[in-house]
């Protein structure tokens, strides 16, 4: 086959298996699917690795030892170490992944390849002569035409959850709007489109609602009128999962001491003067029979006093700032903070 159709075949396939639209694993699915042809010196690769390609060229027939499952094996073993090494192994995955789809898809034409070397049985997947692939010819051509739409399908599901995502979220399944969510919280909004009630009175409290966070399996979800947690004050029917706007999700901790609380809580709002930043965590006041948080129906307790300590629940920067204008506070807080690109 031509190397255009082996590459269109390796990117569609590591898209729709490794569910990525993303451009490493993609090129190493396209390097991938041309090691094979380093055994010829004709070859686009060979031509570039010409010593290479030379030395295995005058060793060893063409479409043997380069085509074999031995050689997928060696690549997924560099593949790992280097996925290891670096910390995320799926994208390198595409590299074997690439190569193996390249063996399999010679296969078709008219020679075949020694899959099983050292055995030097040729593997070919269509008995009759005739009907085997010819390399430039028109059967070839309408491989490659198949590869890009597939490639295209697969770019396109990719970004919207892959796979296993579309097929959890068409039937309403949790693990589908989790992964939806894992995959695009850091860049972009997520919103939680919901079939369910509410908790209080069972009322319908369908909807569409930005997910600010998740807890295990449920979500923390926000309507611009309140903060709530699925499974709490949401019951739900159904959730699905649909990407908005470029958006920067990061997480910080904040330290506050004395005095002083206040002015580093004011500091964060003139830092950030459009994003929209939630707290949670513990700190301890000097006066917490002054802390009189509004409590709101349906909503997730934002402010809770528990003895000298003020608990926060993914409370909006301005109510933590009202509450303790007069206090002295001191704590570790977790900043969660939005802000569009």
Not at 233 to 241: G, H, M, N, S, V
């Amino acid at each position: 086959m031509m190397a255009i159709t082996h590459a269109a075949i390796a990117t569609a396939g590591a898209s729709l298996l490794l569910g990525t639209a993303q451009p490493l694993p993609l090129a190493l699915a396209i390097l991938g699917s041309q090691l094979p042809d380093i055994d010829t010196t004709t070859s686009i690769i060979g031509q570039v690795f010409y010593p290479v390609s030379s030395w295995i060229e005058d060793r060893y027939p063409h479409r043997s030892v380069t085509h074999s499952l031995i050689a997928t094996a060696t690549l997924t073993v560099i593949a790992l170490g280097i996925g290891f090494a670096v910390g995320t192994v799926k994208p390198f995955l595409a590299l074997p992944l690439g190569h193996v789809l390249s063996c399999f898809s010679d296969c078709f034409t008219r020679q075949g390849v020694q899959l099983f070397w050292p055995d030097p049985a040729w593997a070919i997947s269509v008995s009759n002569p005739k009907r085997r692939l010819r390399t430039g010819g028109p059967g070839e051509y309408w491989v490659l035409s198949a590869a890009v739409a597939v490639l295209l399908l697969g770019i396109w599901l990719a970004g919207v959850g892959g796979v296993t995502g579309q097929v959890n979220q068409g039937l309403g399944l949790r693990d589908g709007a989790i992964a939806t969510y894992n995959e695009n919280a850091a860049a972009r909004e997520v919103y939680a489109e919901v079939t369910g009630v509410w908790a209080d009175d069972r009322t319908d409290a369908s909807g569409r609602y930005l997910i600010l966070d998740a807890v295990g399996n449920e979500f923390i979800v926000t309507d611009g009128q309140g903060v709530y947690q699925t499974g709490k004050q949401l019951l739900i029917d159904k959730l699905t999962t649909a990407t908005g706007e470029a958006m920067t999700r990061t997480t910080q901790t904040l330290t506050l001491s004395d005095e002083d609380a206040v002015s580093r809580l004011q500091a964060l709002r003139m830092a950030n003067p459009s994003a929209r930043i939630y707290l949670s965590g513990s700190i301890t006041v000097d006066f917490p029979e002054e802390v009189r948080p509004t409590v709101l129906p349906r909503q997730l307790p934002a402010v809770t006093v528990v003895g000298e300590s003020v608990e926060l629940q993914y409370c909006e920067l301005e109510v933590a700032i009202a509450l303790l204008s007069d206090q002295w506070a001191t704590g570790v807080i977790t900043v969660l903070q939005f802000s569009q690109r």
